[in-house]
Antibody, heavy 121, light 107 residues
Framework: QGQLQESGPGLVKPSETLSLTCTVS??????????WSWIRQPPGKGLEWIGK???????NYNPSLKSRVTISVDTSKNQFSLKLNSVTAADTAIYYC?????????????WGQGTLVTVSS | DIQMTQSPSSLSASVGDRVTITCRAS??????LNWYQQKPGKAPKLLIS???SLQSGVPSRFSGSGSGTDFTLTISSLQFEDFATYYC?????????FGQGTKVEIK
């Protein structure tokens, strides 16, 4: 039974860097069975995939965000993290961390509860 | 990157109705297509993986089909708890994408 929990500031100033961490329990970020992903949802809008990381450190990013995004993994803490730089109001959203199944259909079987990040001065 | 287009964007239906939502990929994704249900204020929930495999605990009134570029999510007899927004997601390419969502509302 996997559990994921996002943490980080709920308010970020324009042009600064948004930083979030996802703490994983009930599973290991070192496992080759999973991808660890970030997804966001602007208020009242649909889901946008941000990127994912494999235990090896291999990453893939949404091409529209690629120049501003970094996802990393900390196996010692069983966490993975998101950094999004040069944020604007358009980056205001609920940010979810999630677990995807590798070796399957890349379905996302566990999600964090989500954390609202507002970009405002 | 692969674009996912859902239709309709929203629909109104009554309890007991049969509901069909479609998802089209901009290129073939084999059967690497997953469906999620999201209720207000909650994280999405996985309903179907691999186009047609129902997840454990998901009612059998939900079904999925399709392969290649065209996929369908069907709710055979809509229940009150099914009013929600549904998203498709492709896992075929290294960069995943979601459809824009279909909101199922009460008629």
């Amino acid at each position: 039974q996997g559990q994921l929990q996002e943490s980080g500031p709920g308010l970020v100033k324009p042009s600064e860097t948004l930083s979030l961490t996802c703490t994983v329990s009930g599973g290991s970020v070192s496992s080759g069975s999973y991808y660890w992903s970030w997804i966001r949802q602007p208020p009242g809008k649909g889901l946008e995939w941000i990127g994912k990381i494999y235990y090896s450190g291999s990453t893939n990013y949404n091409p529209s965000l690629k120049s501003r995004v970094t996802i990393s993994v900390d196996t010692s803490k069983n966490q993975f993290s998101l950094k999004l730089n040069s944020v604007t109001a358009a980056d205001t959203a609920i940010y979810y961390c999630a677990r995807g199944l590798s070796g399957s259909y890349m379905q996302i079987d566990y999600w964090g509860q989500g954390t609202l990040v507002t970009v405002s001065s | 990157d692969i674009q996912m287009t859902q239709s309709p964007s929203s629909l109104s239906a009554s309890v007991g109705d049969r509901v069909t939502i479609t998802c089209r990929a901009s290129q073939s994704i084999s059967n690497y297509l997953n469906w999620y249900q999201q209720k207000p204020g909650k994280a999405p929930k996985l309903l179907i993986s691999g186009s047609s495999s129902l997840q454990s605990g998901v009612p059998s009134r939900f079904s999925g089909s399709g392969s290649g570029t065209d996929f369908t999510l069907t709710i055979s007899s809509l229940q009150f708890e099914d009013f929600a927004t549904y998203y498709c997601q492709q896992g075929y390419s290294h960069t995943w994408t979601f459809g824009q969502g279909t909101k199922v509302e009460i008629k």
